[in-house]
């Protein structure tokens, strides 16, 4: 039974875990349009970098 609680406390932060992943892409893909838009390539690059870096973390979360 302590087994299943773990599992299933586990599975609950596993999805928490990924609906903050998704908040920070939209957060940064927000970062991104407005870089683009004023032309900050330092920005953009930046940007580019961190979806990179959430884009793994999503990954390795829904494998």
């Given at each position: 039974?302590?087994?299943?609680?773990?599992?299933?406390?586990?599975?609950?932060?596993?999805?928490?875990?990924?609906?903050?992943?998704r908040?920070?892409?939209?957060?940064?893909?927000?970062?991104?349009?407005?870089?683009?838009?004023?032309?900050?390539?330092?920005?953009?690059?930046?940007?580019?970098?961190?979806?990179?870096?959430?884009?793994?973390?999503?990954?390795?979360?829904?494998?």
């Open positions: 039974m302590k087994q299943v609680m773990n599992g299933m406390k586990t599975h609950t932060q596993s999805k928490e875990k990924l609906a903050v992943i908040l920070e892409l939209d957060y940064e893909l927000a970062v991104l349009f407005e870089a683009m838009q004023t032309e900050n390539t330092v920005q953009i690059g930046k940007s580019k970098e961190k979806l990179n870096v959430l884009r793994e973390q999503m990954l390795k979360m829904e494998a």
